[in-house]
């Protein structure tokens, strides 16, 4: 059974930093590429990040280039979130998940992601 864990949200100022962690369990994490994505009060769950099985490549949503930055360590079986400059539209509850097919593309779609965490709250207050 595939488990994904996320942790490290928090109430945060803005222009803050935080940095989310996601450890998952159940499949062999090295072959797998791996997504988080976010959902705020209100409003649909959104992409923020994709990053392949090896860490190489990575595609950012334009809301948070520049300011967030994933990694994955293959020997920890975690990828990480660093947030940075956080702004209050930062705030929602943010979800790692897994690739629905091993392999890594340019995709937004939730369709496209198979296992999902939690979620962590992250809160910018103003």
């Known amino acids: 059974q595939v488990q994904l864990v996320e942790s490290g949200g928090g109430l945060v100022q803005t222009g803050g930093s935080l940095r989310l962690s996601c450890v998952v369990s159940g499949l062999d994490f090295s072959n797998w590429s791996m997504g988080w994505f976010r959902q705020a009060p209100g409003k649909e769950r959104e992409f923020v990040v994709s990053i392949n099985r090896i860490g190489t490549t990575t595609y950012y949503a334009d809301s948070v280039k520049g300011r967030f930055t994933a990694s994955k360590d293959n020997a920890k079986n975690t990828v990480y979130l660093e947030m940075n400059n956080l702004k209050p539209e930062d705030t929602a509850v943010y979800y790692c998940?897994?690739?629905?097919?091993?392999?890594?593309?340019?995709?937004?779609?939730?369709?496209?992601?198979?296992?999902w965490g939690q979620g962590t709250q992250v809160t910018v207050s103003s």
């Open positions: 998940a897994t690739f629905s097919s091993v392999g890594w593309y340019r995709t937004t779609r939730e369709r496209d992601f198979a296992s």
